[in-house]
């Protein structure tokens, strides 16, 4: 059974910096690809950034570029994301994610439901 595991969220003033952490464990895909979506009140899931382990190409939102960095280290089958000059618009509920067949060349990144694993989801906030 594939478990995502979440940690590191919480609350901190604008401009500050969060890690998330995703521990994952029950799969052994090749061509997976993990990342985070959040979710705000009242607004649609959305993609933040994803790495496609199939080609090591990493994915970003535009609102999050230059701001945030995912990484993985499939070793220990662990994803991170690093988040600085964090601004109150990134508040919202953070969920790792897994798509067990991501194909570069056919899926889109950001797709909610090619995403088949997902984490129990971390609050983060940012005031200002």
């Known amino acids: 059974e594939v478990q995502l595991v979440e940690s590191g969220g919480g609350l901190v003033q604008a401009g500050g910096s969060l890690r998330l952490s995703c521990a994952a464990s029950?799969?052994?895909?090749?061509?997976?690809?993990i990342g985070w979506f959040r979710q705000a009140p009242g607004k649609e899931r959305e993609g933040v950034a994803v790495f496609s382990n199939s080609d090591g190409t990493t994915y970003y939102a535009d609102s999050v570029k230059g701001r945030f960095t995912i990484s993985s280290d499939n070793a220990k089958k662990k994803a991170y994301l690093q988040m600085n000059n964090l601004k109150p618009e990134d508040t919202a509920v953070y969920y790792c994610a897994v798509d067990p067949a991501y194909d570069k060349y056919r899926s889109i990144w950001y797709t909610v439901h090619e995403y088949d694993y997902w984490g129990q989801g971390n609050q983060v906030t940012v005031s200002s």
């Open positions: 029950g799969f052994t895909f090749d061509d997976f690809a």
